[in-house]
């Protein structure tokens, strides 16, 4: 079965609504249809040290959320947008992702080649597509395979305002993007395990 992980970078734990979350959940309901298990993970509910390895010490949970990051065949880096742009929970989660990159896989490859990432962003104002380009190029430098359409975003109007769950659940473009997100990102997972990148011209050697 194809596995999906959300990484919510909401500066929120979860005890409180996450507008963010709720996005995930109409996500969910797509990749349930198309017989995918998901999972979300509220990043504000661990203790993620900043660094730039596997593993800080010290307490660190990091390492136990990089589990379930390497059993997904589908990783969503999910954010509100703060000034403008992705969450500072997002950010740490994206270094720590990097931290990792230069891992190996058992064909020698970079060790997220084969899986497929995309992200979800909710905000107000602007920045939803500089969150998106922040999360896809970053995870697509790192080994993930970004397939076309793979950011579902919803902003509300300049200024302080209501939030996705308060009024945008049935903005039509959201709608649309989140089920082209989850069809595209479940394609190419599925072609990924069928027919993995060839190890030949990618092991760095």
Do not use: C
């Amino acid at each position: 079965m194809v596995k999906a992980l959300y990484l919510n970078g909401s500066l929120k734990n979860s005890s409180e609504p996450s507008h963010t979350s709720g996005l995930l959940h109409k996500a969910t309901e797509w990749f349930t249809h198309l017989g995918v298990e998901t999972e979300e993970i509220r990043l504000a509910d661990y203790r993620i040290l900043p660094g730039m390895a596997p593993d800080m010490g010290e307490g660190d949970e990091w390492p136990q959320i990089m589990k379930k990051v390497l059993a997904a065949d589908i990783l969503i880096v999910a954010t509100p947008i703060w000034i403008g742009e992705k969450s500072s929970v997002s950010t740490l989660a994206m270094e720590r992702l990097y931290a990792s990159s230069g891992e190996k896989n058992s064909e020698g490859q970079a060790i997220y080649y084969n899986k497929v990432g995309g992200a979800v962003v909710t905000g107000n104002e602007d920045g939803a597509k500089e969150s998106a380009k922040s999360i896809l190029y970053g995870l697509s430098h790192i080994g993930f395979t970004v397939p076309p359409n793979v950011d579902a975003y919803w902003v509300g109007e300049a200024g302080p305002g209501p939030s996705y769950l308060e009024t945008g659940q049935d903005n039509a473009f959201t709608i649309k993007n989140t089920k082209m997100m989850a069809h595209n990102l479940v394609h190419f997972a599925r072609m990924l395990k069928e027919n993995p990148i060839p190890a030949e011209g990618n092991t760095g050697e």
